[in-house]
């Protein structure tokens, strides 16, 4: 029996879009809709902290693709430093890995936001520029280590400085965004993973 390919999205506000006018209009719904996956979203509302627990659940799931927006919460709480955010990034890809080790991972660094860009939440926490890095050099650890199917793909590549207007709040894109994010997403990120 032919079935939808199974995408698991984890991300914070911003993937869960809770400022959009409908729920089956928010971005991850689109990218479902227009690449014929079945979505389960882990949008946690200023709660993507990485957490063991959510790498386990990832992990034990049934999926055939799997997305990673992380690091915003983390800035926004300042709740992992700068010695602890880059282990933690790892071990949750790792604890992932353990279960799914083929299945193709895209991971996406923080979205564009004028006032995080540069600050930090206090004097030991990454700003948004060098989570970014941080991020991107795990995923090319990853790959060095003979990892062939993990991504990554910054954050602004879906919204960056140029799309600010959409930012209703200076962090959280409106409900214009969504088809923006969309399409960017499933150009930047899926059309990697299938």
């Known amino acids: 029996v032919n079935r939808k390919k199974r995408w698991i999205h984890y991300g914070s506000s911003i993937s869960h879009s809770k400022h959009n006018a409908t729920p089956s209009t928010i971005w991850p719904c ?36 799997i997305t990673l927006k992380i690091g915003i919460n983390v800035h926004g709480h300042g709740a992992l430093s700068v010695r602890t955010f880059r282990s933690s990034v790892i071990g949750l890809i790792q604890l992932i890995r353990d279960k799914h080790p083929m299945t193709p991972i895209g991971i996406i660094s923080p979205i564009y936001c004028e006032t995080r860009e540069d600050g930090r939440t ?7 520029k060098e989570m970014r890095q941080v991020i991107m050099e795990v995923v090319d650890m990853f790959k060095a280590d003979g990892d ?22 200076g962090l959280h894109p409106n409900t214009e965004a969504q088809e923006l994010m969309a399409r960017r997403f499933s150009e930047k990120v899926i059309g990697k993973l299938q």
């Open 30 to 65: 689109i990218v479902a809709r227009e690449n014929d996956l079945h979505l389960t979203s882990l949008g946690f509302a200023g709660n993507c902290m990485l957490e063991p627990m959510v790498g386990r659940m990832i992990g034990d799931a049934e999926v055939d693709m």
């Open 122 to 128: 206090w004097e030991r926490t990454h700003t948004l």
């Open 148 to 169: 062939r199917h993990i991504y990554y793909t910054s954050g602004l590549e879906i919204i960056g400085q140029r799309d600010a207007a959409y930012l209703e709040d």
